[in-house]
Nanobody, 126 residues
Framework: QVRLVESGGGSVQAGGSLRLSCAASGYSYDMAWFRQAPGKEREGVAAIYRGGSGTTDYADSVKGRFTISRDNAKNMMFLQMNSLKPEDTALYYC?????????????????????WGQGTQVTVSS
């Protein structure tokens, strides 16, 4: 397993932006951002492939607003969140693992990841 530490959460008004960061103890993993709102299941937000292809996948709810990226030289992953909405309010988690099967079908599944950070809170007010 890899140790993951998130940062960058906070409170913003609707339409605002935040950038989340995840520091990892290793880099040769598929990585992803998940979120969990109170009373709801954890859901995949964005994922990025472990290789250097830059392959990414996004939940439909964030496409065009969020951008996932990684800097393997610094063992960091980022989530740029623009045009934030109140429904984006949640605890955001960084995750790492090795995605199996068809990457685009499984990269946003909780079960594909075995290392998790402690989470960082994002609150968007209307």
């Amino acid at each position: 397993q890899v140790r993951l530490v998130e940062s960058g959460g906070g409170s913003v008004q609707a339409g605002g932006s935040l950038r989340l960061s995840c520091a990892a103890s290793g880099y040769s993993y598929d990585m992803a951002w998940f979120r969990q709102a109170p009373g709801k299941e954890r859901e995949g937000v964005a994922a990025i492939y472990r290789g250097g292809s830059g392959t990414t996948d996004y939940a439909d709810s964030v496409k065009g607003r969020f951008t996932i990226s990684r800097d393997n030289a610094k063992n960091m992953m980022f989530l740029q969140m623009n045009s934030l909405k109140p429904e984006d309010t949640a605890l955001y988690y960084c995750a790492a693992g090795f995605v199996s099967g068809d990457w685009y079908r499984t990269a946003l599944r909780v079960a594909e990841y075995n290392s998790w950070g402690q989470g960082t809170q994002v609150t968007v007010s209307s």
